[in-house]
């Protein structure tokens, strides 16, 4: 088991930029792949960035460019740097986490998830 807990979330200005954390504690096995997606009213989760345990990358061509993950595995905290922010990025944001397969943007395929941290971009 591991426990996700999001942090960094508020309300920023078009432009601006905000850094949200991800906490990870339990079994660090259980987080070799991580992930940060985000969600709307109405619409299903879009992932946004995922990170494997090798340091692999993959982003979303929404966000490429724009937002970084990396992880921390000295402090166990999965980080999600965002630039340029945009009206459209508001959203809920949620960290989730994998033992076995793979970097992917496919919510449907994480196991563990944090209860997500509120953006919202004016």
């Known amino acids: 088991q591991v426990q996700l807990v999001e942090s960094g979330g508020g309300s920023v200005q078009a432009g601006g930029s905000l850094r949200l954390s991800c906490a990870i504690s339990?079994?660090?096995?259980?987080?070799?792949?991580m992930a940060w997606f985000r969600q709307t009213p109405g619409k299903g989760r879009e992932g946004l960035a995922a990170?494997?345990?090798?340091?692999?990358?993959s982003y979303t061509e929404a966000v490429k460019g724009r937002f970084t993950i990396t992880k921390d595995s000295a402090k166990n905290t999965l980080y999600l740097e965002m630039n340029a922010l945009k009206p459209e990025d508001t959203a809920m944001y949620s960290c989730?986490?994998?033992?076995?397969?793979?970097?992917?943007?496919?919510?449907?395929?994480?196991?563990?998830w944090g209860q997500g941290t509120q953006v919202t971009v004016s």
């Open positions: 989730a986490s994998r033992t076995y397969g793979g970097i992917t943007l496919r919510p449907g395929l994480y196991d563990y």
């Open positions: 339990g079994n660090p096995y259980n987080a070799f792949y």
């Open positions: 990170i494997g345990s090798d340091g692999g990358t």
